[in-house]
């Protein structure tokens, strides 16, 4: 299988080679001490992680290290997706590069805005934030803010000193979908999402566009149940959290006869694989990451692919940024071309993947990369 996120060194060109000026000529560089009446106040909030420093309270860094923090939406830090690996992007700069991480975990929309306050009082120099729901909290500390260095993944935040980090999954997606089309034995395939939002409704439309192509090379007509892209609506649980809710949905589009879903739901998505594994013969595409290591392991023989949005990479990319003083607030775009994102292995169901498809599926992935096949969205960042 050779289909999977690309190993080229061009994300780091798309990290925002055009600076704003020389920042350290403006503007005196970040605190890194944390003040301990700020960390002992924050205590409850601080979520840690195996790779972390100790939690409880103030930083043990001495002056002139460096050090972030992350604020979760409302999902929780464990979401097998984007939070999860967010966070591993921040883990990743602190074992590689000494940036010192902790991670505030939201849990209701009550704690999002509190804890990007809480982020900003650290101290630290670099605030990331994940999600669209932290958009409004985001660009209110970054103007009341301007010497402190944000991020937002999957949105957009126009400020001078905040960087939205974006993902093209439209491009993977259609990967997706035609793949889907190529092993359905039914000739039905579906998608939900937790919410009709550009972040997840950016998946449906390529998963969508590659059905179609599918269809188009092939003389078939694999049917797509739980999206329509030229209504912009479809199959949605509601939120990201209720894991019953996605295999409630997820049964209704089985019982219709879909035998490959791709879920774009976060954690809800799980419900989907239950529902799938219960049923079989059912099959599932998982979203952000590779669920194949993401999600219990019994859930892997249904496992198809995974459409995957190297966030990791890029938080850990922007974080050193912060630090080195090339921080700028021009957005990184996740693509096919610069391995943003891709496709998983085919893991256990790899023989259910011809060798003719998996060339197509290759094929497919040069053009989109290329400029050749241009796959279209309205949600594109």
Same mark, same amino acid.
């Given at each position: 299988?050779?289909?999977?996120?690309?190993?080229?060194?061009?994300?780091?060109?798309?990290?925002?080679?055009?600076?704003?000026?020389?920042?350290?000529?403006?503007?005196?560089?970040?605190?890194?001490? @944390?003040?301990?009446?700020?960390? @002992?106040?924050?205590?409850?909030?601080?979520?840690?992680?195996?790779?972390?420093?100790?939690?409880?309270? +103030?930083?043990?860094? +001495?002056?002139?290290? !460096?050090?972030?923090?992350?604020?979760? *939406?409302?999902?929780?830090?464990?979401?097998?997706?984007?939070?999860?690996?967010?966070?591993?992007?921040?883990?990743?700069?602190? #074992? =590689?590069?000494?940036?010192?991480?902790?991670?505030?975990?939201?849990? %209701?929309?009550?704690?999002?805005?509190?804890?990007?306050?809480? +982020?900003?009082?650290?101290?630290?120099?670099?605030?990331? %934030?994940?999600?669209?729901?932290?958009?409004?909290?985001?660009?209110?500390?970054?103007?009341?803010?301007?010497?402190? &260095? $944000?991020?937002?993944?999957?949105?957009?935040?126009?400020?001078?000193?905040?960087?939205?980090?974006?993902?093209? %999954?439209?491009?993977?997606?259609? @990967?997706?979908?035609?793949?889907?089309?190529?092993?359905?034995?039914?000739?039905?395939?579906?998608?939900?999402?937790?919410?009709?939002?550009?972040?997840?409704?950016?998946?449906?439309?390529?998963?969508?566009?590659?059905?179609?192509?599918? *269809?188009?090379?092939?003389?078939?007509?694999?049917?797509?149940?739980?999206?329509? #892209?030229?209504?912009?609506?479809?199959?949605?649980?509601? =939120? $990201?959290?209720?894991?019953?809710?996605? #295999?409630?949905?997820?049964?209704?589009?089985?019982?219709?006869?879909? &035998?490959?879903?791709?879920?774009?739901?976060?954690?809800?998505?799980?419900?989907?694989?239950?529902?799938?594994?219960?049923?079989?013969?059912?099959?599932?595409?998982?979203? &952000?990451? &590779?669920?194949?290591?993401?999600?219990?392991?019994?859930?892997?023989?249904?496992?198809?692919?995974?459409?995957?949005?190297? %966030?990791? #990479?890029?938080?850990?990319?922007?974080?050193?940024?912060?630090?080195? !003083?090339?921080?700028?607030?021009?957005?990184?775009?996740?693509?096919? =071309?610069?391995?943003?994102?891709?496709?998983?292995?085919?893991?256990?169901?790899?023989?259910?993947?011809?060798?003719?498809?998996?060339?197509?599926? =290759?094929?497919?992935?040069?053009?989109?990369?290329?400029? +050749?096949?241009?796959?279209?969205?309205?949600?594109?960042?």
């Amino acid at each position: 299988m050779s289909v999977h996120p690309a190993t080229s060194a061009r994300p780091a060109e798309r990290l925002g080679a055009a600076r704003l000026g020389d920042r350290s000529s403006s503007r005196l560089r970040h605190p890194r001490l @944390l003040g301990v009446a700020g960390g @002992l106040a924050g205590l409850a909030l601080l979520a840690g992680c195996a790779s972390a420093p100790a939690e409880g309270g +103030a930083s043990t860094s +001495a002056a002139g290290e !460096d050090c972030a923090r992350m604020v979760t *939406n409302s999902g929780g830090l464990d979401d097998r997706s984007f939070n999860q690996s967010s966070w591993a992007g921040l883990q990743k700069a602190e #074992k =590689d590069d000494g940036i010192q991480a902790r991670v505030l975990v939201s849990t %209701t929309e009550n704690d999002l805005a509190p804890n990007v306050a809480q +982020a900003v009082d650290s101290g630290c120099g670099f605030v990331l %934030t994940v999600g669209y729901e932290l958009a409004p909290a985001t660009e209110e500390q970054a103007k009341a803010n301007p010497d402190i &260095d $944000f991020a937002i993944v999957d949105e957009t935040v126009e400020a001078p000193n905040v960087k939205p980090i974006l993902f093209d %999954t439209a491009q993977a997606s259609y @990967l997706a979908g035609y793949l889907a089309a190529g092993v359905s034995k039914t000739g039905k395939v579906a998608t939900f999402g937790g919410g009709n939002q550009p972040p997840v409704t950016l998946f449906m439309d390529g998963f969508a566009d590659g059905v179609d192509a599918y *269809n188009a090379a092939h003389g078939t007509s694999v049917q797509l149940l739980g999206w329509s #892209k030229e209504a912009q609506d479809g199959s949605f649980t509601g =939120d $990201f959290e209720d894991v019953n809710k996605g #295999k409630q949905l997820a049964q209704a589009l089985i019982d219709q006869g879909a &035998d490959v879903i791709m879920p774009v739901a976060g954690q809800v998505g799980e419900g989907a694989a239950s529902a799938a594994l219960a049923t079989g013969g059912v099959d599932v595409i998982w979203v &952000d990451n &590779d669920g194949y290591d993401t999600l219990p392991a019994e859930y892997r023989p249904i496992l198809l692919t995974s459409v995957i949005k190297d %966030t990791e #990479k890029a938080v850990q990319q922007i974080a050193v940024s912060s630090t080195d !003083d090339s921080f700028t607030n021009e957005p990184y775009v996740g693509t096919l =071309d610069n391995g943003g994102v891709g496709l998983a292995p085919f893991h256990d169901l790899a023989s259910s993947v011809s060798p003719e498809l998996s060339s197509e599926l =290759d094929a497919l992935r040069d053009q989109i990369a290329s400029g +050749a096949v241009t796959v279209t969205s309205p949600s594109q960042p």
